[in-house]
């Protein structure tokens, strides 16, 4: 499989980043690192507690981030990061270029079920609508995969797969 250096999984939380990512990790034999764990613990205090972090708050973060990509750009990666905004992955982009976006994307009420249900995360259901006020979708020019999360995480980590086999193409959709 052609396999590019770094694979960001992004999107709102509730999308299923971590889950797609281990097994997409696992598939193509690369090391995988959860966003999360990157997170100074004043972030997760303030996530926590309810309050959207800023983007001062998500500076440091997004550069230990790009730090772990960069040192996987040779051997190859996968990490989970919401990089929401264009801007965020561009910083990404500057300190490991060549990483790949995959856009886990789905129905509000779909990803509000799932974060209900979520045991033991600091991220509160009701963060969603600022996370998703803050999305910025990809635009046609960043490299990266769109896929939608309703079929369930093996038929995610089937179509990312399959398209990141075709490194030409710019963004692929499904």
């Keep these: 499989m052609n396999t590019p250096h770094v694979v960001v999984v992004m999107g709102v939380s509730g999308t299923g980043k ?3 990512g281990r097994l997409l ?10 966003a999360d764990d990157f997170h100074p613990p004043a972030n997760i205090a303030k996530m926590s507690a309810g309050i959207p972090l800023d983007d001062d708050d998500r ?23 919401s ?27 779909l990803i509000a079920d799932r974060l209900r249900r979520r045991q033991g995360h600091f991220m509160p259901e009701t963060l969603l609508d600022s996370q998703l006020a803050t999305l910025e979708p990809l ?8 896929l939608d999360i309703a079929p369930g995480p093996e038929t995610i980590i089937e179509q990312a797969a399959a398209r990141l086999r075709r490194p030409d193409d710019k963004q692929r959709t499904a």
């Design 139 to 146: 635009d046609p020019d960043e490299r990266g995969i769109v």
């Design 59 to 81: 500076a440091p973060w997004l550069d230990a981030i790009g730090a772990w990509a960069h040192d996987h750009a040779d051997s190859g990666g996968v990490v989970s990061c």
């Design 25 to 34: 990790a696992d598939r193509l034999s690369v090391p995988y690192a959860e």
């Design 18 to 20: 971590s889950t797609v």
């Design 83 to 109: 990089a929401l905004k264009r801007a965020y992955r561009d910083r990404l982009s500057r300190a490991a270029p060549g990483i790949v976006l995959l856009h886990l994307v789905g129905d509000r009420a």
